[in-house]
Structure formats: C-alpha cells, structure tokens
C-alpha cells in the first residue's frame, strides 16, 4: 500500500540543538515530496519541497532536507532549532501510481523546543 | 493576497444531519482539495476538483460529496453524519501547472454529537 511513514512522533530538544526528522515512502516510482508545518494555532504551510534535481532542498526558515532515493527517504533537518520552531512537522507525498493530484502525509512529528 | 480560506471556522452538528463546508482557493490557483485531519493524524484525502469536475476521490463513501463553481470555489457536504466524521476538514489550492504543490487553509472544526 502506499504510505508515508514518520519515525518519530514526539521530540523534545533543547535550542541551539540540531533536529533530523525522518521521513519514509512505500512506492517505487517517481514520486515529489514535501514538508508541511503547523506552528500552534496555524494552519499547515509549506516548508520545503522536491520535484527533481539537487537532492537536497532548502527551505524556509533554515530548513533542509535530503532526497535519498535508494532509501525512499525524505529527511528533514535544521543545524540549530530555536523555540519558534515549536510545531507538528508532517511530511507529503504524491505521484504514487502516476497521479499528482493526492497528497499521503505521514502522521506527523511534535516538536517542542526548551529555551 | 489572501491565502486560501475556508468557513465556518467550528460547526457542531448531530448524527444524521447534513453539513456544507466552505472553501475559496488563494488567488490564481485553479484546483481545489479537501482533506479530513482526525485528531493525532495527518491530513486524508477527501477528492479533489479541477475544471468543476471531480479528478480523484480518496477512500471516503459517498457521503461525501464536493462541488466546485466558476470562479474556483468550492463546497464538501457531508450527508448522514456519524460521530467518525468529527475532525477537522482542511482545503488546499493549486496554481495551475504545478506538480501537485497545494496551500492550505485554516480548516473547519466539525464536532458531531
């Protein structure tokens, strides 16, 4: 079946510490991914996305993440997290079976950051 | 520019009845999505409509139902509530030519009693 798995659920970090978020697909084809996230009380924004080319992505706010295919993975990464980025992380993805129109995302990452 | 929006912001209803959510897409974008985020969980696709035409449907029943009108709007309707279907029902937009990036709205908050 086609799904989008996200390790962790909860994680809790001390800012200024470095944030690796994992991010699994189940499909073998060409696939575009993506990272969504909600700040308490927003709604979801785009983080950062890839379609193809340089795996690895720059987003906003100093996010990154790494395309690696042979893995079916989509890792999102932040050097130095701050308390802002307190929030639900969800990874995306779509072009499973050739179609670009769903999007499946994972079941989400809660971050809390501690000043 | 305003992003896409969605109304009401909280409904409260009762198993059995009906209910229509509201979505207007962000500006210049053509496809509208819908998507039930339960409590805990990520997003589900609901369906979603291009041209005002249903693409793809997710694995939802046919209680569910969607509309989109000319100017890109659109509407979920949900029919013979049932306590399951409490959540929270999200709207995406797309600009045309894209690749399947979509932009969230606020979402509607349905609690069935």
């Known amino acids: 079946a086609q799904s989008v798995s996200q390790h962790n659920h909860h994680v809790i970090l001390s800012e200024a510490a470095s944030l690796e978020l994992g991010c699994n697909y189940s499909y073998g084809g060409t696939v575009n991914l993506f990272w969504y996230v909600q700040y308490p009380g927003q709604h979801l924004q785009l983080l950062l996305k890839?379609?193809?080319?340089?795996?690895l992505v720059k987003g906003i706010k100093g996010f990154e993440a790494e395309f690696i295919k042979s893995k079916f993975s989509f890792n999102l990464r932040k050097p130095s997290v701050q308390w802002s980025d307190t929030a639900e992380y969800f990874c995306?993805?779509?072009?499973?079976?050739?179609?670009?129109?769903?999007?499946?995302f994972g079941a989400g990452t809660r971050l809390a950051v501690h000043p | 520019d305003a992003g896409v929006t969605q109304s009401p912001t909280h409904l409260i209803k009762t198993r059995g009845q009906q209910v229509t959510l509201r979505c207007s897409p962000k500006s210049g974008h053509d496809t509208v999505s819908w998507y039930q985020q339960a409590l805990g969980q990520g997003p589900q696709f609901i369906f979603q409509?291009?041209?005002?035409?249903?693409?793809q449907r997710g694995n939802f029943p046919d209680r569910f139902s969607g509309h989109q009108f000319p100017n890109y709007s659109s509407e979920l309707n949900v029919n013979a509530l049932l306590l399951g279907d409490s959540a929270l029902y999200l709207c995406?937009?797309?600009?045309?030519?894209?690749?399947?990036?979509?932009?969230f709205g606020p979402g509607t908050r349905l609690t069935v009693t």
């Open positions: 890839y379609f193809s080319g340089d795996p």
């Open positions: 995406a937009s797309s600009p045309p030519g894209t690749r399947g990036e979509q932009y």
């Open positions: 995306a993805v779509n072009g499973f079976s050739g179609g670009y129109n769903k999007l499946i």
């Open positions: 409509y291009y041209e005002e035409e249903e693409r």
